[in-house]
C-alpha cells in the first residue's frame, strides 16, 4: 500500500528576527546574556526579516498555478507566523486564499534555564551543566526545564504523522525554525546523530531558506519515499535582491 505523503514539501526557516539581531549584538559586546524584553514565542521579525518574507512569498507566487503550495503550516512563535502569513498575502498559495494553519509541534527548540544565555553566559552561570553537555553532546542533552533536540524529533514525528494524514497528496509549506528544519530532515532521510550534526557544523540554515522534497514510489511496494530537491536554496531571496542572512536564533546559542 503507497505511504500517504505530501506531494511536495517545501521547509522553511522564518526570516531574520528582532532576536538574531539582539543575539549578534551579545556576541559581538562579549555580554553573557542576549537583552530581549519579551518571551521568545513573541520575538517578531526585523525589518530585514519582513524583506526576506515579503521577498519569499513574491517567489512562491511566481510558481505556475499547478505547482504552489496547497497548505501553509506554521510554528505558533511570532516570526514564523509572520513570515508564513507574507507568503499567503503575496498570492504564493494555489486556490482561494486561506490563512496559515498553526501546529504548535513545530515551534523552537525549548531552552529551558539556558533561556537568553549566550555561550559564555552559560559557562559563567551553569559551568557544571556546560561540562555536563560538552560530554553528552547537544542531540541528547535536555537544559533543565528545555528540550534536547531528541525531544523536538520526538513532537516533530506526530506533526509529520498529521501531515501525511491530513495533507497527502498535496503541496505543503512548513514554516518554522532552524533547529526543526534539522530535525525533520533527520525524520525524512532517517539520519543517525553523526550525520545531522555533521550537516548542522556544515552552517546555519538560512533566513527564509528553503528544504523541498518529493515524494515518489521507490520499488515493487510502492514505498513513498522522501527525495530532497534542494536544501538551504536563497534563490528566492537573491531573485527579489533581498539580502541573505543566517544568524542562529536568539535563544539558540547552544543549540
Known amino acids: 500500500m503507497r505511504q500517504r505523503w505530501p506531494a511536495r514539501l517545501w521547509i522553511v526557516r522564518h526570516g531574520q528576527s528582532a532576536g538574531n539581531v539582539a543575539r549578534d549584538e551579545a556576541a559581538a559586546a562579549g555580554?553573557?546574556?542576549?537583552?530581549?524584553?519579551?518571551?521568545?514565542?513573541?520575538?517578531?521579525?526585523?525589518?530585514?526579516?519582513?524583506?526576506?518574507?515579503?521577498?519569499?512569498?513574491?517567489?512562491?507566487?511566481?510558481?505556475?498555478?499547478?505547482?504552489?503550495?496547497?497548505?501553509?503550516?506554521?510554528?505558533?512563535?511570532?516570526?514564523?507566523?509572520?513570515?508564513?502569513?507574507?507568503?499567503?498575502?503575496?498570492?504564493?498559495?494555489?486556490?482561494?486564499?486561506?490563512?496559515?494553519?498553526?501546529?504548535?509541534?513545530?515551534?523552537?527548540?525549548?531552552?529551558?534555564?539556558?533561556?537568553?544565555?549566550?555561550?559564555?553566559?552559560?559557562?559563567?552561570?551553569?559551568?557544571?551543566?556546560?561540562?555536563?553537555?560538552?560530554?553528552?553532546?547537544?542531540?541528547?542533552?535536555?537544559?533543565?526545564?528545555?528540550?534536547?533536540?531528541?525531544?523536538?524529533?520526538?513532537?516533530?514525528?506526530?506533526?509529520l504523522d498529521t501531515i501525511s494524514l491530513h495533507h497527502a497528496d498535496r503541496r505543503v509549506v512548513i514554516v518554522c525554525h532552524q533547529v526543526v528544519v534539522l530535525c525533520i530532515r533527520y525524520i525524512l532521510e532517517e539520519m543517525d546523530e553523526a550525520r545531522i550534526l555533521g550537516i548542522d557544523r556544515e552552517g546555519d540554515f538560512l533566513n527564509c531558506g528553503i528544504c523541498e522534497y518529493a515524494f515518489e514510489p521507490d520499488g515493487d511496494d510502492a514505498r513513498c519515499a522522501p527525495q530532497l530537491v534542494r536544501y538551504n536554496f536563497a534563490a528566492p531571496l537573491i531573485a527579489q535582491a533581498a539580502p541573505v542572512t543566517s544568524e542562529p536564533d536568539a535563544m539558540v546559542a547552544a543549540r
Open 31 to 159: 555580554k553573557t546574556m542576549i537583552d530581549l524584553n519579551v518571551r521568545d514565542v513573541d520575538v517578531p521579525l526585523s525589518p530585514l526579516g519582513h524583506e526576506q518574507a515579503e521577498a519569499l512569498g513574491r517567489w512562491f507566487a511566481a510558481l505556475p498555478e499547478a505547482e504552489k503550495p496547497e497548505i501553509v503550516l506554521s510554528s505558533p512563535y511570532v516570526r514564523a507566523r509572520q513570515t508564513a502569513k507574507a507568503i499567503c498575502e503575496a498570492g504564493g498559495v494555489a486556490g482561494e486564499a486561506r490563512p496559515p494553519i498553526v501546529d504548535e509541534r513545530l515551534r523552537e527548540r525549548e531552552f529551558g534555564i539556558f533561556d537568553r544565555l549566550t555561550t559564555a553566559g552559560i559557562r559563567e552561570k551553569y559551568p557544571e551543566l556546560a561540562e555536563q553537555r560538552a560530554l553528552m553532546g547537544k542531540f541528547y542533552h535536555r537544559p533543565p526545564g528545555g528540550e534536547s533536540w531528541a525531544d523536538v524529533i520526538l513532537r516533530l514525528r506526530g506533526a
